[in-house]
């Protein structure tokens, strides 16, 4: 089956809707957010003018996939640095092609839009994606330690920033 990719627009906003839920149900389970819930999420963030660019796949004019990215600067060099945030497709359409199609159509962007890299993280407890990543020929980035502030420690470090 043939995979069209191309960049999202906000027509295609209940489209979105449905893949961002499916992505919260697959790795939050019952605790995902509503898809209301989302709808207002994706309308008041996702959407929002200066946001992040997300790449969508669909297979017979059906959304199967999609990549939230943006560009970054600076990079080695006069270039930006493509980042995907996420990679998904629905489970029903797994193995048909849909991720190998939407890192093509990131890459080919990431070239067009004169970034010299294209850069993205896996979770180490998902050894499906990494096999993915492998075997499109990806380097595993060994050298850089990823860093999170969240929830709770988050909301106490911000507080603690703006009180300097």
Not at 13 to 22: Q, T
Not at 86 to 96: E, K, M, N, P
Not at 126 to 137: D, K, Q, S, V
């Amino acid at each position: 089956m043939a995979v069209d990719v191309r960049l999202a627009i906000r027509a295609d906003r209940d489209e979105l809707v449905r893949l961002f839920h499916a992505i919260d149900v697959h790795y939050w389970g019952e605790a995902a957010p509503s898809r209301e819930a989302m709808a207002r999420h994706i309308d008041a963030a996702v959407l929002a003018p200066g946001s992040c660019e997300i790449a969508i796949a669909e297979q017979d004019g059906r959304a199967v996939g999609l990549a939230t990215f943006a560009v970054l600067y600076p990079a080695p060099g006069p270039g930006g640095q493509l980042f995907m945030k996420d990679l998904f497709t629905l489970a029903a359409a797994r193995g048909q092609g849909i991720g190998r199609a939407l890192m093509g159509f990131l890459a080919r962007l990431a070239v067009e839009r004169g970034c010299v890299r294209f850069d993205w993280t896996a979770g180490t407890d998902n050894p499906e994606a990494l096999a993915f990543y492998g075997r499109l020929g990806a380097r595993r980035v060994a050298e850089k330690v990823y860093y999170r502030f969240e929830g709770e420690t988050l909301r106490r470090f911000a507080e603690r920033a703006s009180a300097t």
